[in-house]
């Protein structure tokens, strides 16, 4: 199954705290890349900081796992959100009257 992660940054969270965690969340970005769990992964332009990422896993349960487990989220820097995607099956209508 597939999921949106939306990684939203504390307003309250300093710089000096991030600069505490990137290295070690990037590696665990990395990580789950090469697992294939991440398909892709964005930054959130505006409004707000943070991140999108698409994760390929078998249930929201192993999702969340994936997600609670990256450092800048177990140091209370982000605020996760995870959807669960279904493929979208609108096409249907053009081939039925």
Same mark, same amino acid.
Do not use: C
């Given at each position: 199954?597939?999921? @949106? ?8 969270a ?22 294939g @769990? ?13 991140? @999108? ?25 982000l ?12 096409y ?6």
């Amino acid at each position: 199954m597939q999921f @949106v992660a939306i990684l939203r940054l504390r307003n309250d969270a300093t710089e000096q705290q991030q600069a505490a965690v990137r290295r070690a969340e990037v590696q665990a970005v990395w990580g789950l890349a090469k697992s294939g @769990v991440l398909r892709s992964i964005h930054f959130i332009s505006a409004p707000g900081r943070g991140a @999108v990422m698409m994760i390929e896993a078998a249930d929201i349960g192993e999702a969340t796992r994936h997600v609670d487990a990256l450092p800048a989220v177990k140091g209370g820097l982000l605020n996760p959100e995870i959807i669960g995607l279904a493929p979208f099956n609108g096409y249907e209508v053009l081939f039925h009257t």
